[in-house]
């Protein structure tokens, strides 16, 4: 039996997953551990990588992009260990992040969520620990409101604050980019939903929430987060996605009134920086801002006439390799 499985999925991060491997058996220590890649059709070498020089590592190798919350199900199904962690590709494990993870679920038989504490790459705070969506913090965040007041509590309806908790903590929601749960949790909740891209992490705490699983910030369980590659090659897509998610995150979980508004909140913002790139282009001369546009068009394509991209069709998905 393993002490720890931990899945993590790729698409075009060459750039990081060795760093992310060499960490993770740099601090291990005694840990016997499980670790699964599960790529998502990367165009670069990733796999190759991988392969090189972690062989024992299990690689699934997917033939198109399946999405990550796919992914990480897919891996799911397989992980052996009690204890699972879903890391992105793009982080660096600290020493004695996965000593005291593992120390943390330990001690506990009944299912939980724990989120690990997330670093920027300068090691500051990195606001991993979050309130559940609401109508008021889409207001807020949509229009900026939230970072111009962010120290305060009622404008600020997302992020707790910068001040990071040093005790474990019970919150409302944790960052994906390092998630933990146990085998009984995962079981209840059935895994991530496969519908949502930006917001599945959000969504599988929401679902904790409704079952009465605590979900837990653990302060001593230190990862560095980085930005990924995959996003930097897939602008249009993770423009797109964001939108698609909060939409899709509010009608599963909230009124139909409250979806309509947040759905109708969207195509304004979508509107106003389609706009705003449009005229920067124009102006300056510079359409390297193409992705972002085709982004927009996607999210406005979706939200007013719920038209989804070809990468969302099944039929075509294979098309993304």
């Not at 392969?51 to 799911?76: D, L, T």
């Not at 004695?96 to 500051?124: H, Q, T």
């Not at 359409?287 to 982004?295: A, D, M, P, T």
Request: overall charge positive; glycine content about 4%.
């Amino acid at each position: 039996m393993y002490d720890l499985s931990i899945i993590i999925v790729t698409f075009n991060s060459s750039k990081d997953i060795i760093p992310c491997l060499d960490s993770i058996y740099l601090t291990k220590e005694n840990l016997n551990l499980e670790v699964i890649v599960v790529d998502n059709c990367s165009k670069d070498n990733t796999v190759d990588l991988v392969e090189n020089k972690y062989s024992f590592v299990k690689v699934i190798k997917n033939e198109f992009n399946v999405g990550f919350p796919h992914a990480n199900n897919q891996a799911i199904s397989l992980v052996q260990g009690q204890t699972i962690l879903l890391l992105n590709p793009d982080t660096i494990v600290l020493e004695n992040a996965l000593i005291n993870l593992f120390a943390f679920f330990k001690n506990i038989s009944n299912p939980i969520i724990a989120g690990m504490n997330v670093r920027n790459p300068d090691n500051s705070f990195q606001s991993c620990i979050r309130r559940l969506p609401t109508l008021k913090y889409i207001f807020f965040a949509i229009f900026g409101i939230d970072k111009k007041l962010f120290q305060n509590e009622f404008f600020n309806g997302f992020k707790y604050t910068n001040k990071e908790p040093v005790t474990i903590t019970i919150v409302e929601s944790v960052s994906g980019a390092a998630l933990a749960f146990n085998r009984r949790a995962i079981k209840i909740l059935e895994g991530l939903d496969t519908q949502l891209f930006y917001y599945e992490d959000t969504d599988l705490c929401k679902r904790a929430f409704i079952n009465n699983i605590p979900v837990y910030f653990l302060p001593n369980a230190w990862i560095k987060h980085f930005g990924g590659q995959s996003e930097i090659s897939n602008k249009a897509r993770v423009i797109f996605q964001v939108p698609y998610s909060r939409v899709g995150y509010f009608k599963k979980h909230h009124s139909t009134l409250v979806y309509l508004i947040v759905r109708i909140l969207t195509v304004i913002e979508l509107t106003i920086r389609l706009v705003y790139r449009l005229l920067q282009s124009f102006l300056t001369g510079d359409f390297c801002n193409n992705e972002r546009i085709r982004g927009y068009c996607y999210g406005l394509g979706f939200a007013v006439f719920g038209l989804k991209p070809y990468f969302l069709k099944s039929k075509s998905q294979k098309q993304n390799c």
